[in-house]
């Protein structure tokens, strides 16, 4: 029954290789087997979005997804969202200015979530900002400081691209 | 919230998947894996053998042929949501999946697996209801097309055979010019509704609605059409009088109680929802240029 499969992905631009059993979720792979503890689980069941992942550049759960089903895609995790340089990401140095995070749990699976609303949407409105946010629960702060940092974020990364 | 052991299986075509699904007892289709992952970390759900059909070929696409929209199974939900197309043919199905759950589960969430799911209150099983489609199932056995009402079979269950898959849904979209809502009470966005309606009206020549539907999800095991609401509208002025009767109809259907909600409460959402969704479909068929 726990037969052992292989898994070959690429996550943050480095390519990986394990075993693992077919049961493992792809947030217990990421932690247990490749040792990003970056990405956080919290309810295992889909409900908190704590363990938000990119995979090909999508925001999925990755509690909700099994690692074999991985195989052969490409992972951002919140340790890949900084520059190689190590220069915070446009929506992480707006999340300190702007102190959008408490105790930090729910912040990684948020800055993958607004990762991608920001990449498709340069320009989101606060509604559209809070109606993504509903995927990701904070238990600290609310979510204003967080919505105000996504708006200051993507007005720089306006800024930075040049044309609206 | 680990599943239990499972033998895993990735076919690459819907004969095989098929085929592993005749072998095996106790086995499970992988669609989206938004419902079932989370019933297996609970273990509610321990099956021996999961075939994913995330690597079978062609089981996803939306596609526009003549009046008909048809969408492959796998289809992922952000897919429809952010479909310029669809927003043009059939823009209630976009109102409809934005609430459906949220952003990361619509990303990996499948049309085929919601409709499979076939929660009570599941926005896309309303779709269905809505536009009475027909849904596509495939097995060794042949090809086979069951209405929404014959595929709907009870609570959270759908009446294919253990071999069959369902391969897509096809629905025949309203003409252009048509007035959609699509409105629904959860306690939290993203959550399950209590109570959802999806409303289409479509308005003649001298602005009398020629054409009403009207689905209700939430009331009890399957989302039903309120036909008797849907009666009262057709041949009468889109007003508010109209609208308030067509409600009150909608609110007599029969309504289950749980440890949260009553029966009543029900009721009371699917006239105000009504209401609601009929006014702003009205609204909004109003604003367009008629086909």
Redesign the interface.
């Known amino acids: 029954m726990s037969e052992i499969r292989r898994v070959a992905v690429t996550v943050n631009g480095k390519a990986y290789e394990r075993s693992v059993e077919p049961r493992m979720s792809l947030g217990d792979f990421l932690r247990h087997e490749l040792e990003l503890t970056g990405t956080h689980l919290g309810c295992e069941h889909g409900v908190c979005g704590a363990c938000t992942v990119l995979v090909n550049g999508l925001s999925v759960r990755a509690c909700l997804m099994l690692a074999v089903q991985a195989q052969g895609q490409e992972i951002t995790t919140v340790e890949g969202l900084a520059r190689a340089d190590g220069a915070l990401s446009p929506l992480q140095q707006a999340f300190w200015e702007k102190h959008a995070l408490q105790c930090g749990f729910c912040t990684p699976g948020i800055l993958c979530t607004l990762t991608e609303l920001l990449r498709d949407n340069p320009d989101p409105s606060e509604a559209e900002i809070r109606a993504t946010l509903s995927g990701n629960i904070c238990r600290c702060t609310g979510y204003q400081a967080i919505v105000d940092a996504t708006l200051l974020a993507a007005e720089r990364m306006r800024g930075e691209g040049g044309a609206r | 919230?680990?599943?239990?052991?499972?033998?895993?299986h990735?076919p690459t075509s819907l004969a095989e998947a098929s085929a592993l699904l005749a072998r095996h007892e106790n086995a499970r289709l992988l669609a989206g894996?938004?419902s079932l992952?989370?019933m297996m970390?609970?273990r509610y759900v321990t099956p021996?053998h999961?075939i994913?059909l995330?690597t079978v070929a062609g089981l996803s696409g939306i596609h526009a042929s003549g009046e008909t929209l048809r969408l492959g199974a796998m289809t992922r939900q952000?897919e429809v949501e952010f479909s310029a197309e669809i927003g043009r043919a059939c823009p209630i199905l976009i109102e409809a999946l934005?609430q459906v759950?949220?952003?990361?589960?619509r990303?990996?969430g499948t049309i085929g697996g919601s409709l499979c799911h076939l929660d009570p209150a599941a926005e896309l099983a309303n779709i269905a209801a809505l536009h009475d489609a027909t849904l596509e199932a495939e097995s060794a056995r042949g090809r086979r097309r069951l209405g929404f009402a014959e595929f709907a079979h009870g609570y959270m269950t759908h009446a294919l055979a253990q071999d069959e898959i369902l391969t897509a849904i096809a629905l025949e979209p309203w003409p252009r010019g048509h007035g959609y809502a699509f409105l629904e009470l959860a306690r939290?966005?993203?959550d399950f509704a209590i109570v959802a309606v999806g409303a289409l009206l479509a308005l003649d020549a001298r602005g009398n609605i020629a054409r009403a539907a009207l689905a209700i999800s939430g009331l009890g095991a399957l989302p039903v059409r309120a036909t008797k609401a849907q009666d009262l509208l057709r041949g009468a002025k889109p007003t508010r009088e109209s609208f308030l009767a067509a409600a009150a109809e909608a609110g007599k259907l029969d309504a289950m109680s749980d440890a949260y909600v009553s029966a009543a409460y029900r009721q009371h959402l699917a006239r105000t929802l009504t209401q609601r969704a009929l006014e702003r479909a009205a609204q909004r068929a109003a604003e367009q240029p008629r086909a």
């Open positions: 919230m680990k599943p239990a052991a499972f033998a895993y990735d894996g938004q992952i989370p970390n609970f021996d999961l994913d995330n952000r934005a759950g949220h952003r990361q589960t990303n990996r939290r966005h993203g």
